[in-house]
């Protein structure tokens, strides 16, 4: 089942004294999480929406000015929270999927079907990204690129091509 709402990032520190706060992005760039209109908060298992007055990116972060949040010292409380968007709102190129959707999913060898665990986390390095497969030996990791990721179905699992002695 897909999740409604994603994260996308986390508040990390206060931005000025009039309210603004700084983000990381867990998004592609950062300009898609500055792109977002509304973003989202978790409290228990329901989320609420706060409008996004105003973003902007500086350098690798996000500066966003958010409805209500006026002063200091409301900033402030929100450090270390999580952001969330609606799947809805965020824009992703045909063929790639969100890492939401593939953690938990089987990997599987490619020719001999054989299942060697499945996707714990998925780690960005910049160049690639990092597969955490969680296996009965414990963690290993594959990069994600096309010699080794040969195919990915949400429905299935990610089919690998890995080499001797990946796994």
């Not at 999927?97 to 060697?116: Q, S």
């Not at 990092?130 to 690129?145: Q, S």
Request: with cysteine.
């Amino acid at each position: 089942m897909q999740k409604l709402y994603l994260e996308c990032g986390k508040i990390i520190n206060t931005h000025g004294v009039a309210g603004a706060v700084k983000l990381e992005s867990w998004c592609d760039t950062p300009s898609v999480l500055a792109g977002l209109k509304t973003l989202y908060f978790k409290r228990g298992e329901d989320f609420f929406a706060v409008g996004v007055v105003r973003a902007s990116v500086f350098k690798r972060f996000v500066i966003a000015t958010l409805d209500g949040v006026d002063d200091i010292d409301k900033a402030n409380a929100l450090r270390e929270a999580v952001v969330y968007a609606a799947r809805e709102d965020l824009p992703i190129k045909k063929g790639r999927h969100f890492i939401a959707d593939l953690i938990g999913l089987p990997i599987i060898d490619v020719k001999t079907a054989v299942t060697y665990g499945v996707l714990g986390d998925v780690i960005n390095t910049g160049a690639s990204d990092i597969y955490v497969i969680n296996t009965e030996g414990g963690e290993r990791m594959m990069p994600a690129v096309p010699e080794f990721v040969k195919e990915i179905d949400l429905e299935r699992g990610i089919f690998v091509s890995p080499i001797e002695g990946m796994f």
